[in-house]
């Protein structure tokens, strides 16, 4: 019993920890570059 609670606790962590890195990067790619561009100038 304690196996598939640890097992369903681990895949719910990756499967969110991936959800949120895919989110972030998405949302953040652009800031990064407007970023570099005000350093930049």
Known sequence: M???GWFLFTLATT???GLIVL???RHHLED?????KSENN
């Open 2 to 4: 304690m196996y598939i």
């Open 23 to 25: 989110h972030h990067d």
């Open 15 to 17: 499967f969110l920890t």
């Open 32 to 36: 990064f570059e407007d970023q570099g």
